[in-house]
């Protein structure tokens, strides 16, 4: 499985951005879809994520602002941002991981940078 990840870029503070994921080979159900982040000198976190069954959960950071869809049919997933801060600002990896036996997959990164 390899995953693209796109969408990034510069904003300021306030604005709003999609980031996109697609998944290319065979995936496998049951399985998570989303993202993590990395800001400069942090350790990579958690933003959102969504299961096969719809399930979401997000950092408490994110919530309310940020919102994680997937359409199975296209193997996607998606990021919508809204209300970004500077502390948004890091790269984004999109991320599949199969629920039953914990393997996963990661994309190559997208920059957000949000300006302030």
């Known amino acids: 499985v390899q995953l693209q990840a796109s969408g990034g870029g510069l904003v300021q503070a306030g604005g709003s951005l999609i980031l996109s994921c697609v998944a290319s080979?065979?995936?496998?159900?049951?399985?998570?879809m989303g993202w993590y982040r990395q800001a400069p000198g942090e350790q990579r976190e958690l933003v959102a994520r969504?299961?096969?069954?719809?399930?979401?959960s997000y950092a408490d950071s994110v919530k309310g602002r940020f919102t994680v869809s997937r359409d199975n049919a296209k193997k996607m997933v998606f990021l919508q941002m809204n209300s970004l801060k500077p502390e948004d600002t890091a790269v984004y990896y999109c991320?599949?991981?199969?629920?039953?036996?914990?393997?996963?997959?990661w994309g190559q990164g997208t920059l957000v940078t949000v300006s302030s």
């Open positions: 080979g065979s995936i496998f159900s049951p399985n998570r």
């Open positions: 969504v299961s096969t069954y719809g399930t979401t």
């Open positions: 991320n599949l991981e199969y629920l039953t036996s914990s393997r996963v997959y």
